[in-house]
């Protein structure tokens, strides 16, 4: 069974499940992202340099099934076009097209923002996505807040989705000697302190003033907050901090993906307090390092892997003080504190490793494949 799976860009993070689907049929990546994608070792790579270049493979090829993903495409507008050149030439081949597609804030107006440019990126999504969702004959998307928003509010389906468990695994290879973490303990001064982690984008929808808004409420000398990553709003949530009169606050920047491991294990709590995410990989691999989670309903990861006070809390968002006592309710409790650490590594182990992401695409392809050979 030979498969084309169109995408733009091949991630770091994805190639672990690239490789394990790579063993389960012959995929073939056809990366359409030609002035700056990368071709990993391993696996089969062909670059398309332009949209003729992709329709051309398409039609002359030989192919049974075809998969899109718009899963952190770097250009979604020119990924798009992509997606429905795919859909359309599996048609004209009648062959399965599947979509892989982890998005739901598209069906917000606010998510576009205003301008003519925003204003027709807004029409063209909406029309073409739920277009895409129906006409595609299975959907492989990131957890169960995705397969609600389809079915019930774009009427898809339910039978045609499979979950592919939206999975980052941070490899033991990267994981080297905890004496790192010492050393940034004793540099930040945290040692004998209790540590709040925020690790992400510094932009208005992840909302880090309502962090920092809620560690102020704390009122406690033996906290501290880290705040790691960069953004247009840094200079900004520092002069909140001055404000606020912090000083336990730390930015630290952006540091490099095989470091991430480091503030996750110094942590006591991680905090993800966005108003729109589409999924938020950084709670899976704050669970990795067994460690309880804060988010808001807003976060589609939260749906799936936060239970409910059992390894951490979803807060309302923009309730600051609700954020704050959550906060303060597992950096108070040492024994919570662990039993929430706990779970979150179980839930991850059980259930959101490459190899339980890899078995959603796996049930995708062979609905396909028997569907076409009129079997079951």
């Not at 050149?85 to 097209?97: D, H, M, Q, V």
């Not at 309710?329 to 179980?346: V, W, Y």
Request: glycine share 6%.
């Amino acid at each position: 069974m030979k498969i084309f799976l169109v995408i733009d860009y091949i991630w770091d993070y994805r190639l672990p499940l690239y490789q394990k689907l790579n063993r389960f049929a012959n995929i073939e990546f056809l990366l359409t992202n030609w002035k700056e994608t990368n071709t990993p070792t391993g696996l089969n790579c062909r670059v398309i340099t332009s949209k003729i270049g992709l329709i051309l493979t398409l039609l002359r090829e030989k192919w049974d099934i075809i998969i899109w993903g718009d899963a952190g495409s770097r250009n979604f507008t020119l990924n798009l076009i992509d997606g429905i050149l795919s859909l359309l030439i599996s048609k004209i081949k009648r062959r399965p097209f599947i979509l892989w597609f982890g998005g739901w804030e598209f069906i917000e107006k606010d998510h576009w923002g205003s301008g003519v440019i925003n204003t027709i990126k807004r029409k063209g999504a909406t029309f073409f996505l739920p277009w895409l969702l129906n006409k595609a004959d299975a959907i492989v998307t990131y957890g169960n807040f995705h397969k609600y928003i389809y079915t019930s509010v774009l009427s898809i389906n339910s039978n045609k989705i499979f979950i592919a468990p939206n999975s980052s695994i941070i490899s033991e290879e990267n994981v080297k000697s905890k004496e790192q973490v010492d050393l940034i303990r004793k540099r930040l001064k945290l040692i004998g302190k209790k540590v709040v982690l925020y690790l992400g984008r510094l932009e208005k929808r992840k909302n880090v003033d309502m962090i920092i808004k809620a560690f102020a409420k704390l009122h406690r000398n033996d906290v501290c907050l880290l705040i790691v990553g960069d953004g247009e709003l840094r200079s900004k949530l520092k002069k909140l901090c001055k404000q606020l009169r912090l000083k336990n606050v730390y930015f630290l920047g952006r540091i490099k993906g095989n470091q991430r491991w480091l503030y996750y294990t110094l942590c006591d709590v991680f905090v993800y307090p966005t108003s729109r995410e589409p999924w938020g990989l950084a709670i899976n691999e704050a669970m990795q390092f067994g460690k309880p989670v804060i988010a808001t309903p807003r976060v589609a990861a939260a749906y799936d892997l936060i239970r409910q006070g059992v390894n951490g809390f979803i807060v309302p968002e923009n309730d600051i003080q609700a954020l704050a006592e959550a906060i303060n309710k597992i950096i108070s409790n040492e024994e919570l504190a662990k039993r929430m650490g706990q779970k979150s590594k179980e839930i991850i182990s059980k259930g959101y490793t490459y190899e339980h992401m890899a078995e959603g695409f796996k049930k995708a392809i062979k609905y396909c494949y028997y569907k076409k050979k009129g079997g079951t």
